[in-house]
């Protein structure tokens, strides 16, 4: 068992910590039998790094945050807690890794980067009692140990869409916190999108004052939205200010995380063009999305060089906000009717030779790719960008060749499953896996019945933690070009910073262990425990999460001619299983299911999960085959 058991005995409120949960599950973890005995006033001691750096303050912040009174010693001094940066690299542990000892004598967080401090610091913070925010302790007694840790990813990204709703900068970083947590170091910030446009602009000032609001219609079903009346004021939304993204930016930075903007093109562009109407195709009119825009029609027209024009300002307005090596331009499904009918993208084709309107998206991704690396940045695209060519709506007729147009350096994001991004790693192109499947945490985490609205699909914890970017089997050249993968959460259901975190949570904690964990230390049964340990970590900080999936899972064995052996469990550990064959409701009274059972064929068997002293959803039922 690797659940943290504490005793603490009450009248002198010393923790003793005899068991470690750590998410991400380190490469390397050894307990040992002796301990330490962290007082409530740790000195602490820094060589290799300045005390005033962004890694020292939050962490001397933090300690004091957990009601402790730490005091900064020189290097000379005896201290409980020492960070030490080595002056020669340590090749074991690269860029984010870091070495945690904790001995008899003190602990001792050693790495090659301030990061790498960071993450032993966050390690350290799981050892410890999770109530040691809360409650003072006069000692916590921690267990001799070594931890050796290191990513196998370099990308462990996370996902927020924030025009679908928009969520301001306090929760953001309440956002980027949690990611900290669990070593999560890319925050894509989807800033802009059909239902809003959440960027500054200086240049384009209608951007904000237009294209930053939408008629409300937070009182309706997401799918039900009303379309918007005559007349009627625009009052959902808001915009960050220059001021607002550039303390984001640092908040990040402090902790080991790079936003990476995304502005959305040339589809997915209602704002934009609400805005700035004369960059579209045809006359319009164009509306700040309301509720179920689909399909996303709005686009900008390829053949205006106002367009162009446009975005390189714009471009520049968001690199002057973000310092990110990459910037995200979108180029997913984007329906290009419009481009065939309107005379300006036909001749954009004609002089540049391109053969469809796939191609004309392509070709302009192509100018922005260019443009950025003027610039001295990346290009990232979703998976669209690998399309030559094709028709009006990506998902028909498209060719999966290496778009012409954009050249190696650009990052591929792969959405519509793995294969586009194995091809695109394949072609050299390096590429971020955030498959649908396991990565979309707006998909429902459990049944349907019983959860609030979303947008549809299913992505269990379980799930979640299959999620393997470069499964077994990838060829070698292929995988060095996988960077790493992240979760995606997009927000048309998500109106709340409680119901984002009830999506985002656990699930995250998957996405981290498959992000940061080699493979074969990869252990569901360990980590579903771990989970269970998080939730109260996760609970005292404020955050809101989701218990799990409570549907029965069967392993059935086929006793004789009619009978069948049945073992039932659930994602959740700790559920208690009450169960009827009767056909009666089961109730807490009901059998309670301690073991495998022998059941006849045909039997009718009804399921209640119980859970922290709670019936969870409603009764399952199934019939033996
Ligand atoms: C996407 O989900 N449209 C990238
Ligand atoms: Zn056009």
């Known amino acids: 068992m690797l659940l943290a058991t504490l005793l603490v005995s009450a009248c002198g409120r010393k923790a003793v910590v005899t068991e470690l949960s750590i998410v991400p599950e380190p490469v390397f973890l050894v307990q040992k039998e002796g301990s330490f005995a962290l007082h409530n006033n740790p000195k602490v001691s820094v060589v290799g790094l300045g005390q005033n750096s962004a890694t020292v303050k939050y962490i001397m912040k933090s300690l004091r945050h957990a009601h402790l009174r730490p005091k900064l010693v020189t290097a000379a001094e005896a201290s409980d807690i020492a960070l030490v940066l080595y002056d020669t690299v340590n090749p074991e542990l690269g860029d984010e890794g870091y070495l945690l000892e904790v001995r008899g004598t003190g602990i001792t967080l050693r790495a090659n980067s301030e990061v790498g401090i960071f993450y032993a610091y966050q390690t350290l913070v799981q050892m410890m009692p999770h109530d040691a925010t809360e409650v003072v302790y006069s000692s916590v007694t921690l267990p001799e140990c070594t931890v050796l840790d290191h990513p196998r990813f370099a990308w462990r990204g996370v996902h927020l869409d924030v025009s679908r709703h928009f969520f301001g900068s306090k929760f953001v970083k309440k956002y980027l916190d949690v990611m900290a947590t669990y070593k999560m170091n890319r925050f894509h910030f989807h800033l802009t999108d059909d239902h809003g446009w959440r960027l500054p602009s200086e240049h384009y000032p209608l951007l904000n004052s237009v294209g930053s609001w939408r008629v409300d219609r937070e009182d309706q079903p997401w799918g039900q939205a009303e379309p918007p009346r005559e007349g009627e004021r625009a009052s959902y939304g808001g915009y960050y200010s220059r001021e607002e993204l550039e303390e984001i930016v640092q908040y990040a930075a402090d902790r080991g995380i790079e936003v990476v903007p995304e502005v959305d093109i040339p589809g997915h562009a209602s704002a934009i063009l609400a805005s700035y109407p004369e960059l579209a195709c045809d006359e319009g009119p164009y509306e700040v999305a309301i509720g179920p825009y689909w399909p996303p029609k709005a686009i900008l027209c390829a053949g205006n060089d106002s367009t162009l024009a446009f975005l390189r ?125 396991y990565c979309y945490l707006d998909y429902y985490q459990a049944d349907r019945r019983y959860q609030p609205a979303a947008i549809g699909g299913l992505v269990t914890l379980q799930k979640a933690y299959e999620f393997d970017p470069a499964p077994m089997g990838t060829n070698l050249h292929v995988e060095a070009n996988v960077l790493g993968g992240q979760c995606n959460l997009w927000t048309e259901y998500i109106r709340t910073p409680q119901h984002a975190e009830y999506m985002l949570l656990p699930r995250l904690l998957a996405i981290s262990e498959s992000l940061w964990t ?64 009767d056909l009666s409701t089961p109730t807490r009274e009901s059998n309670i299911y301690l073991g495998p059972i022998n059941l006849a064929r045909g039997t009718h068997i009804k399921i209640l999960p119980v859970y922290k002293d709670i019936e969870r959803d409603s009764v399952y039922e199934f019939v033996i085959k």
């Open 518 to 581: 080699p493979r074969e230390r990869k252990d569901w049964a360990r980590f579903r425990r771990k989970v269970e340990v998080q939730k109260e970590r996760l609970a005292l900080r404020g955050y809101n999460y989701c218990e799990g999936s409570f549907t029965p899972q069967f392993t059935a064995r086929r006793v004789d001619e009619g009978t069948t052996n049945i073992a039932i469990s659930t994602e959740v550990p700790n559920t208690y299983i009450f169960y009827t064959t």
């Open 313 to 437: 300002t714009v471009l520049d307005e968001v690199c002057d906000i973000f310092p990110s090596r990459y910037i995200h331009l979108g180029g997913d499904e984007a329906f290009k009717d419009n481009w065939l009918q309107c005379p300006r993208c036909q001749q954009r084709m004609r002089e540049e030779h391109l053969k469809d309107v796939g191609e004309l998206q392509a070709w302009l991704m192509g100018q922005m790719q260019q443009y950025l690396a003027s610039k001295g940045r990346i290009m990232i695209g979703w998976d669209e960008l690998m399309e030559r060519g094709g028709g009006t709506w990506s998902f028909e007729g498209a060719t999966y060749d290496n778009n012409p147009h954009v050249d190696n350096s650009a990052v591929v994001m792969s959405w519509r499953g793995l294969k586009p991004g194995l091809t695109a790693a394949r072609m050299g192109h390096k590429v971020i896996m955030c498959p649908t499947e």
